[in-house]
């Protein structure tokens, strides 16, 4: 009778080999991933201004986190900057998509926010202008952004936005709340967008907050309970100085699972500027 004879086993050295060789690969996606990681993180840390500036009466203080993994880092950014007119500009926002690219991109809305914003006094004409910008750059991704200008002069502060989260306020008379204004789409998606302006004036000392998505939501807390939260906080400190009401707010992005990274923007402000000496 003819028995059916069975295939060769591989050998321990033929097994031996290829799980080396997967081994080897799996080493050099995991170390070029590390690569594009550190890239980002770097391209992030350099893009985001070194210093905020500060005026008379007014604080300004920002921090930024990288997610608690890593993969997500690139997208988040703010800014704050001084007008030819003496305004403060502030801005914060947040790329679609993450790593290298994210990075990269956040960089150009930065830079291009800050050139039109030096021309255009008006938020929604700068948020328009960038918008139709970014889009001739012909790049697949979209961003969610928040411009404000504030008159040191007269305490009225403007602002537009793309998208973006809402921000939270608070005043040392007690009010608080988290801001419902009118915006429009993200930046990059279609030309020729309107962006509504807000006008505010900051009558009493307070403190006003801009945030990231990753300071209020995440696995552990949905946007709506993360701005609540976000806001009973400010309310509870919002007499301290803009360098510690930052870190504070950081701080509470832990309750979110800090998937995501995560950027804080304050405007520390006093009701009116102090007289000239």
């Known amino acids: 009778m003819n028995r059916r004879r069975t295939p060769r086993s591989a050998s321990a050295e033929d097994l031996l080999s290829t799980l080396q060789h997967l081994t080897a690969r799996a080493r050099q996606e995991v170390e070029l991933h590390q690569a594009r990681v550190e890239l980002a993180q770097a391209l992030q840390r350099k893009m985001l201004p070194a210093a905020l500036p500060a005026l008379p ?29 003496g305004a ?42 960038t918008n139709d910008l970014i889009l001739s750059m012909d790049s697949s991704l979209f961003a969610t952004c928040s411009f404000l200008r504030l008159d040191p002069e007269t305490r009225e502060l403007r602002s537009a936005r793309a998208g973006h989260v809402a921000c939270v306020w608070a005043t040392a008379d007690g009010r608080s709340g988290i801001t419902a204004d009118a915006g429009g789409l ?20 307070g403190a006003f907050v801009l945030l990231t998505d990753g300071v209020i939501e995440g696995p552990s807390l949905s946007i709506d309970d993360g701005l609540e939260r976000i806001r009973r906080l400010v309310s509870a400190h919002a007499g301290a100085d803009a360098e510690e009401l930052a870190d504070r707010v950081l701080q509470a992005a832990v309750f979110t699972g800090h998937e995501d990274d995560a950027a804080v923007l304050v405007l520390r402000h006093d009701a009116t500027p102090p007289e000239p000496g």
């Open 88 to 129: 403060l500009g502030l801005a914060i926002g947040d790329v679609q998509g993450h790593d290298v690219e994210a990075a990269a991109f956040m960089g150009q809305i930065r830079i291009a926010m800050r050139a039109i914003a030096s021309t255009a006094a008006d938020p929604g004409e700068v948020m328009g202008r």
């Open 57 to 85: 009466g007014l604080q300004t203080a920002a921090r930024y986190a990288p997610a608690r993994d890593g993969l997500d880092i690139g997208g988040d950014w703010y800014d704050g900057f001084l007008l030819p007119d």
């Open 186 to 205: 993200p930046l990059g998606i279609a030309l020729r967008q309107h962006y509504p302006v807000t006008r505010r004036d900051l009558t009493v000392d």
